[in-house]
């Protein structure tokens, strides 16, 4: 046997060296691309005050590099365990508030994973699946159960006359509403009101505000939304 042979037998017995150059780039690109597509319904579906790009950034790269890992351990079962228990060491410094974003990267990574062993198809059709199943629950609003959906806060005189004008603003806007804070301010000329409410319809919002507004005393008319206030 020459030493050319030898050599080739050597290389052939590396872990990962079965899989060719052009397999390899075939299987990375493919977990970036769907990894991408992942990355975009993140965005299309993401609802909150906390946006960041780098994130998105992170779901399709993490794809490729999970993808990565697995074409370098697939014929080496030893040193796969020795990869994924130095992984086990690093500590995410991304406070994720939001389950869903967990279930986001992991996506991309199981991705990655699918690609790194050759199985496109089980890629794809769980890249499909997984856009679809997401998609429509944010288009159908599933689980979602609120009695209030924001949060108005404002100054007003104390005043039974007032009062009473607030309460009339807010029945004729408001399907439900609740007193969630009252407390004296202005060395008590005067008393910070917070109200969780529900109005009857979106286009109610803007025309309860100025309505408050319009209230002779009353000031700093703010409202919260129930969603964004939650991100931040």
Known sequence: ?????????????????????????????????????????????????SYTRSYVH???????VACTIMLATSNNLAAGIGIAG???????????????DMIFIFAGMAIGVACGLSAFAVALAGTAVFCAAIAALTVVEFGQH??????VRFYAPVSMETEAKIMKVLNNHAARFALTTMREVRQGAAMEYAYHLRTRRASDRVPMVRALEGIEGVEGVTLHYQDAAQEL
């Open 86 to 100: 130095s992984l086990s060491a690093l500590r995410l410094r991304i406070a994720l508030r939001d389950p869903k």
């Open 146 to 151: 609120q009695m209030f959906e924001g949060l």
């Open 1 to 49: 046997m020459s030493e050319l042979d030898q050599l080739q037998q050597l290389v052939s017995a590396r872990p990962g060296s079965s899989t060719t150059f052009e397999a390899a780039m075939f299987a990375l690109i493919a977990a970036f691309l769907l990894g991408q597509a992942i990355a975009a319904l993140y965005v299309w579906t993401y609802r909150g005050m």
């Open 58 to 64: 992170a779901i399709a790269i993490g794809a490729i």
